[in-house]
């Protein structure tokens, strides 16, 4: 995480404004522990802070956040700056944020200053404070979702080492985004309503490990686990999309938008039968037209949720459109349109990559990581938008992240980083898991650009991809050991 601390006459007046902000939102905090939201003294320090908190939104692209990090505070990337005249403010509201186990606020553009106010009088809990056991994270989420606050996100205190770009950290999200799907199917199977607050805040989390450790969290992709395929399926859909829609252009809100409407792009799959999604033989007609109603059923689903208006429009079109194809074949047949939304378009590819490299039933073996992207390559402009195709090549590179190859050494390795050069495009950095003789190591991570300088040539270099299948490997199980250390 990178911190802007001193320099310019910008950046001075950055943090002034930032610790402005800090000292606003503890005397409002202050205020609601004595006084009732609807006291003139609340109302007014509300507005105080209110009014500021706009200004920065404005400022900063529609998102302001209080991080907590090695017992310091940042707005965004900004370290506020403790003095004499505000050390008890900055001690007493590291230990409001401590008691609550926050790491992390993000104030959000769209915020009103009534869902401010209900947000502050909620994390204040005047009525709790000498009740410990209340001021769990988790109690506190829940009151913030029972609430209906949705433009102020929050994140559990993490460990230091575990901050935004550990492996640890990552894997828990992506864990935890499997967890938060299984149960928000079982939700909606129940006629319950799903909780979207918290599928937004598990994007935001995502968005966050994305930027500070992207290579890690799409080596979480290679994840396949075959008896929970759709739950699995859907969130490593999710996580490359994002990673694309990044490489695209797409803001940051857009990017959980996107998250957002990957994440549910198969909940119509709920009402097809297991037997049609598991069966291990080529579906008949009948069976074929069932399991295409799912992106139908998944649209209509997503419209009739409780909590429709909290859930992004794009994420209707996702689930509708992401069989279609670039040339409007596909599925759904009687779905007319001149052309695709740019969100479904996204999801056509990554949903196709990930299935394809994923063990089914159906088929003999799962392709390799380079093999499916050889397969997508020639259905470009047909099947896929040869702009987002070629841009998640690129993203991927030629041998992805995840792919199992065999060096001139003799050695073998696991993809766990692209080299971001051109002109090393073949070769990225890898964690050895063999040795020249073929004994089995956890070995180093080595980067293939490396030269050696006595002959001055290459010290590895790829001979070709290798299906980890055939090898007995599970990739998945290096990038886990890499979050366990």
Request: hydrophobic fraction near 40%; charged fraction near 25%.
């Amino acid at each position: 995480m990178n911190t802007i601390e001193t320099g310019s006459k910008e950046t001075i007046s950055a943090q002034k404004n930032a610790t402005e902000l800090l000292v606003r939102f503890y005397i409002l905090t202050k205020s609601l522990k004595i006084y009732e939201p609807t006291n003139a003294i609340c109302l007014e320090k509300a507005q105080s802070f209110f009014g500021l908190l706009q200004d920065m939104l404005t400022e900063y692209e529609g998102e302001v956040a209080f991080v907590i990090r090695h017992n310091s505070i940042f707005m965004n990337r900004i370290r506020l700056k403790l003095g004499l005249a505000n050390y008890a403010i900055f001690k007493a509201m590291l230990e409001e944020f401590s008691k609550r186990s926050i790491g992390v606020i993000t104030f959000m553009t769209g915020l009103t200053k009534e869902e401010l106010l209900s947000f502050v009088h909620i994390f204040a809990g005047r009525e709790k404070k000498d009740r410990k056991e209340e001021f769990s994270f988790s109690r506190l989420m829940d009151e913030i979702d029972q609430a209906g606050i949705s433009h102020v996100y929050l994140e559990e205190a993490i460990q230091e080492e575990d901050f935004y770009g550990g492996e640890k950290s990552t894997a828990r999200i992506y864990l935890l985004s499997i967890v938060h799907l299984k149960e928000s199917f079982e939700r909606e199977r129940k006629q319950e309503p799903i909780k979207i607050n918290t599928t937004r805040r598990l994007m935001q989390s995502i968005y966050n490990h994305m930027l500070a450790n992207e290579s890690f969290l799409l080596g979480l992709t290679t994840l396949k686990n075959y008896h929970d395929y759709t739950l699995n399926h859907s969130v490593n859909v999710c996580a490359l999309a994002m990673a694309l829609g990044r490489r695209l252009g797409l803001s940051r809100s857009e990017l959980v938008e996107l998250g957002i409407a990957a994440f549910f792009h198969d909940l119509g799959k709920i009402e097809t039968p297991v037997e049609i999604l598991n069966k291990p033989d080529k579906l008949d007609n009948e069976e074929w037209m069932v399991m295409q109603k799912h992106s139908c059923r998944g649209a209509e689903k997503l419209v009739h949720l409780k909590e429709f208006r909290k859930l992004p429009l794009r994420a209707i079109h996702v689930a509708l459109e992401h069989h279609m194809k670039e040339d409007l074949s596909g599925y759904p047949k009687y779905f007319a349109r001149d052309k695709l939304n740019f969100f479904s378009r996204i999801v056509k590819v990554v949903d196709h990559f990930d299935a394809l490299t994923t063990e089914r039933v159906y088929r003999a073996r799962a392709f390799t990581r380079a093999e499916a992207i050889n397969q997508m390559l020639e259905s470009s402009g047909t099947e896929f938008n040869p702009v987002i195709l070629k841009t998640f090549v690129n993203m991927l590179g030629v041998f992805p992240i995840g792919s199992f190859l065999s060096l001139d050494t003799g050695e073998t390795a696991i993809v766990v980083d692209t080299n971001p050069e051109l002109k090393y495009m073949m070769r990225p950095r890898v964690k050895l898991t063999t040795e020249a003789n073929g004994n089995k190591i956890d070995g180093s991570i080595v980067d293939l650009a490396d030269i050696d300088k006595e002959t001055g040539r290459y010290k590895r270099s790829i001979v070709k991809a290798l299906d980890p299948a055939k090898y007995g490997l599970n990739v998945i199980d290096y990038f886990l050991a890499m979050a366990a250390q």
